[in-house]
């Protein structure tokens, strides 16, 4: 069992648990559209969600944290892997990616996402309250007054002024439209939401706006959030266990307090160790990596990271480290030199 | 661990070599004239930046950050937009007034210029040589076979691995990274006075910008130029700044060194923009915000431009705009723009 299967959470079992997950994108060449090889976006990948809780899935770009997140959805369908997801407590859990698209369709509403850019994942042309209420009228949860009260309550919600339901998005501000974003995804009372980079396209200002709101929704409705991300010190504030992606795998996951105070796979070194810090009178120790991240077309034998990993061995490029235990079942990390 | 590079605050060794000012900015207003009206993107910046430092250049989307620089190189179009007032003297010279054919040889030469995106700033058909060159012989004069010398050793510089091969690449070959340091080759190709780098990190991923601030910082030290460095993150401008103009709304409202500002930053802005980061809170403990968002630049408020966000405003903050007024004299002097320092420092 790999580097995730601690349990997340923090009463019992968690809400949603994925193992092996992955998924390949294949290139096609030619006329014939032969397969020529594969992007190994997410190449087996285990992560735990518990109750009320945020869990971070942070890596720099093309690591596979966004396909991950998409494929735990269903919003891509994935190669490989199981997302069981208890919705309720001592029931059976339902693998959400063994189930055909109809099979899916009731559990949809608990499982929401929030996009980066808010810019482009509203609609132009449909206004904001239609854009909030249009899930609820797929799914039959209401229509006539009721369904514009609860547009109302979700404008609330997310501290936006009813009468902004007859506007379009363009005439609001970026972190206006990603409480419309938000108000969405609350819609049909989700209990777990990915947070794609939800913050990351905001200014300073406007971005702790949106993650107090973010926290504040989690106490008062009890959600879970999967918080993709890239931004150490925004992850560092939000979430509650992180877990750490490079060229497809989880190569470090633990609680923040931990990953933080002891990281352990040199890659998690080094990148918290490159996070700029308001700080200027720290003295900085930086771990500098050299070169880029590899394609995931062809990653490295071994070890994925052992081409910029500063302590690389000649045993890393024979075998992929398995993941190994650091303590009390809250951390874990993947790296022959432990 | 042997491969751990340490080093400390640049402010702290490569303090400024002489405190000759290299880049004066004086009340420079440029706006924007359009059917909607007209939008002050600029509206009285004034700050110094010294020679062979850096000065970081702070702020929010539309604070005006990326025009001032712009403006710095007449690079503004026009229409609809237009210096209207102030000026900008450059080594004495006031560049708010210079010609065209005098700014064509300053440009590249003396001040050049990266951006954030090095995808659209690069040209898709040539090769990287190939536009590396063309600076070099538009501006130095130089034979086409001394230009790629020229170029080859650039390349090797800002560290692109086998410059060799790499020279006759084209950008979509390379990663955002290599393309970052293409760019930076090709503006250091003339051996500027001044880089000014508008967000040059803020497309990388984090350790490509460690990277890319490593080596811009790099080669500050080695060619004793200056930078304008432009950014919204904090975090980059305490790790490479040594002063730091926080703009808002046009204007700048707080200018410092890097240390006195983040150490007791002064202005209401300034201390709710630090408050916002999640860097410097507790987790458990609440954020605080900045209310509201940053208002139009048609539509700028009366007096202090701050004031409909301030949580200390008064009747008389919308009447009088305060002045840029200096509370230290101490590393370049502090100063803020603000009636209310007093509560402000209670905040």
């Known amino acids: ?338 | 661990m042997s491969s751990e590079l340490q080093s400390a605050h640049p402010s702290a060794t490569a303090r400024r070599a002489n405190e000759r000012p290299l880049l004066e900015i004086r009340d420079l207003a440029t706006h924007f004239f359009s059917e909607e009206g007209v939008a002050r993107a600029v509206d009285g910046v004034s700050f110094t930046l010294y020679e062979g430092e850096t000065l970081g250049l702070v702020g929010e989307s539309g604070c005006g950050k990326s025009v001032t620089a712009l403006s710095v190189m007449r690079l503004i179009p026009d229409p609809p937009g237009r210096i209207v007032a102030g000026r900008i003297l450059f080594q004495g010279e006031d560049l708010a007034r210079a010609s065209q054919a005098d700014m064509r040889r300053i440009r590249g030469n003396e001040i050049s210029m990266i951006f954030q995106e090095p995808m659209t700033a690069l040209n898709p058909v040539y090769t990287v040589g190939d536009q590396i060159q063309e600076a070099i012989v538009l501006h130095q004069g130089l034979a086409a076979s001394a230009a790629r010398e020229r170029s080859l050793s650039m390349l090797e510089k800002v560290g692109i691995p086998s410059p060799d091969a790499r020279i006759d690449e084209y950008p979509h070959q390379m990663s955002g990274g290599m393309r970052q340091r293409v760019m930076i080759a090709m503006a250091m190709s003339c051996d500027p006075r001044l880089l000014i780098a508008d967000e040059p990190s803020t497309a990388l991923d984090v350790t490509i910008q460690a990277q890319i601030l490593d080596l811009i910082r790099q080669l500050q030290e080695e060619e004793g130029m200056s930078v304008m460095l432009i950014t919204h993150d904090l975090g980059v401008i305490a790790e490479t700044a040594h002063h730091v103009a926080v703009m808002y709304a046009g204007k700048v409202v707080e200018y410092a060194g890097v240390v006195p500002l983040f150490g007791r930053p002064r202005h209401p802005y300034t201390i709710g923009l630090f408050r916002s980061l999640p860097d410097l809170v507790a987790p458990g403990e609440r954020l605080s915000t900045i209310p509201g968002i940053v208002p139009s630049a048609f539509h700028f408020p009366s007096g202090c431009r701050f004031r409909t966000r301030c949580p200390i405003a008064t009747e008389r903050c919308a009447r009088e705009e305060p002045p840029l007024t200096q509370v230290s004299d101490g590393d370049g002097g502090h100063t803020v723009a603000c009636h209310h320092l007093e509560q402000a420092a209670r905040l």
């Open chain 1, 1 to 338: 069992m790999s580097a995730t299967a601690q349990t997340g959470g923090r009463d019992g079992a968690p809400l949603i648990e994925v193992e092996g997950l992955v998924k390949h994108f294949p290139i096609r060449k030619g006329v014939f559209s032969r397969r020529a090889g594969e992007v190994k976006a997410v190449d087996g990948i285990d992560l735990a969600v518990g109750r009320r809780e945020t869990v971070a899935l942070v890596g720099e770009s093309g690591c596979g944290k966004t396909t991950a997140g998409r494929a735990i959805l269903r919003l891509i369908e994935p190669t490989a892997g199981s997302a069981r997801y208890r919705p309720d407590q001592g029931r059976p859990a339902i693998d959400l990616l063994a189930l055909s698209q109809r099979e899916l369709r009731p559990y949809r509403r608990d499982l929401q996402i929030i996009f980066q850019d808010p810019f482009a994942s509203l609609n132009p042309r449909i206004t904001v309250g239609n854009t909030i209420s249009e899930a609820l009228v797929v799914h039959r949860v209401a229509k006539g007054a009721d369904l514009r009260e609860r547009v109302d309550s979700l404008l609330e919600k997310v501290g936006m002024r009813p009468e902004v339901a007859n506007r379009f998005p363009h005439e609001f501000s970026g972190g206006q439209r990603q409480r419309i974003g938000i108000a969405r995804a609350l819609a049909l009372h989700p209990k777990f939401i990915v947070c794609d980079e939800a913050v990351s396209a905001l200014d300073v200002s406007i971005q702790a706006q949106i993650i107090n709101l973010l926290k504040d929704l989690q106490a008062e409705l009890g959600l879970s959030y999967l918080f993709i991300a890239h931004d150490l010190s925004v992850v560092k504030y939000l979430s509650d266990r992180i877990a750490v992606m490079y060229l497809g795998r989880i190569v470090e996951t633990g609680t923040t307090r931990e990953i933080f105070a002891h990281p352990a796979h040199p890659y998690t070194k080094a990148l918290l160790s490159a996070v700029p810090r308001p700080d200027p009178t720290r003295k900085r120790i930086r771990i500098p990596l050299e070169g880029d991240v590899p394609s995931p077309i062809d990653p490295p034998s071994g070890c994925h990271f052992r081409t910029r990993c500063p302590v690389a061995e000649p045993r890393c490029k024979e075998s992929y480290p398995a993941a190994r235990d650091l303590g009390g079942g809250i951390h874990s990390a993947a790296c022959h030199l432990l």
